[in-house]
């Protein structure tokens, strides 16, 4: 038999574990964004939990860079082959870099900083559904040609990768179509 503490225990249990379900079914990828800023309070819990994100053997060898300036995101949008037509609409665009010297063994600046950067975007893409904010993900895809460009303007390091954040488009009421 359950104590009544116990009880009230286990139903906490069953709330939070209903919470995380609800953050996880929210979760998922647009490319449409609301005409509308993410301001910086807005954006901290979500910058807040990629400092939370594990990382291998805890060195946090991956970084993100905000990018909110029209003329920046543009030219992300000719740069990133992912982003091409639809990142720069995003409010704001999340670069994500892993620093070489935070990974030591051979080779292992080669795939490292990739796995270190996907567990960091899970987190600050669940961390924008549970603050209403909608995400898409952009590969680290930059044609060969404009690497250098692309480094000159947003930073050298290994680049893993970005996250679009921006508040969900919401379709006028009549509208029958695809709202991604």
């Known amino acids: 038999m359950t104590d009544p503490y116990q009880a009230r225990y286990l139903a906490h249990q069953r709330r939070k574990a209903g919470v995380l379900a609800e953050v996880l079914a929210e979760r998922h990828s647009t490319r449409r964004f609301a005409d509308r800023d993410v301001t910086a309070a807005e954006l901290d819990p979500v910058l807040a939990a990629a400092e939370r994100a594990p990382s291998s053997c805890d060195r946090r060898g991956v970084g993100v860079t ?26 704001v665009v999340l670069l994500l870099y892993g620093d070489p010297l935070a990974y030591k063994a051979a080779g292992e600046a080669v795939f490292m900083p990739y796995l ?52 969900p488009h919401v379709p006028p009421p009549d509208w029958v179509g695809d709202t991604s």
Not at 69 to 88: F, Q
Request: positive net charge; aromatic residues 10%; contains cysteine.
């Open 66 to 91: 905000v990018v909110r300036d029209r003329d920046d995101k543009a030219l992300l949008g000719g740069l990133l082959v992912g982003g091409v037509g639809w990142v720069h609409r995003a409010p």
């Open 116 to 167: 270190d950067a996907g567990v960091m975007v899970g987190h600050l893409w669940l961390a924008a559904a549970a603050g209403g904010l909608a995400a898409c993900y952009v590969n680290p895809n930059v044609r060969p040609v404009d690497r250098e460009h692309f480094a000159f303007r947003f930073g050298a390091g290994i680049f893993c990768g970005a996250l679009a954040v921006g508040w």
